[in-house]
């Protein structure tokens, strides 16, 4: 398995951006399609984006196309989320997750018995 730690979350005011990392170890990085999600207090969680092992495809939900980017550096083990024009219902703690990129990029893009990272917190203010 691999391992991933998130980090970059904070605070942020309605319309301004931030950056996400999530670190991995343990397996080959690049072995591995990844995703990001989150989850609201109260709510389940949702999918945001997902990038394959190579970052030639990546896939988003409809709610932040356009304004979230997905990508990776194999060489750094990393996978970032920036997000741009953040809205306050978009604060939730964010998790990266990873799946064996033999499984394929779309089951990644679904909630399920991926890796999982602990989590960072974004927090969007009006």
């Known amino acids: 398995q691999v391992q991933l730690v998130e980090s970059g979350g904070g605070l942020v005011q309605a319309g301004g951006s931030l950056r996400l990392s999530c670190a991995a170890s343990?397996?080959?990085?690049?072995?591995?399609?990844m995703g990001w999600f989150r989850q609201a207090p109260g709510k389940e969680r949702e999918f945001v984006a997902a990038i394959t092992w190579s970052g030639g495809s990546t896939s988003y939900a409809d709610s932040v196309k356009g304004r979230f980017a997905i990508s990776r550096d194999n060489a750094k083990n990393t996978v970032y989320l920036q997000m741009n024009s953040l809205k306050p219902g978009e604060t939730a703690v964010y998790h990266c997750a990873a799946r064996p990129t033999i499984d394929g990029l779309v089951v990644v893009t679904a909630d399920g018995d991926h890796n999982w990272g602990q989590g960072t917190q974004v927090t969007v203010s009006s």
């Open positions: 343990g397996r080959a990085f690049s072995n591995y399609d």
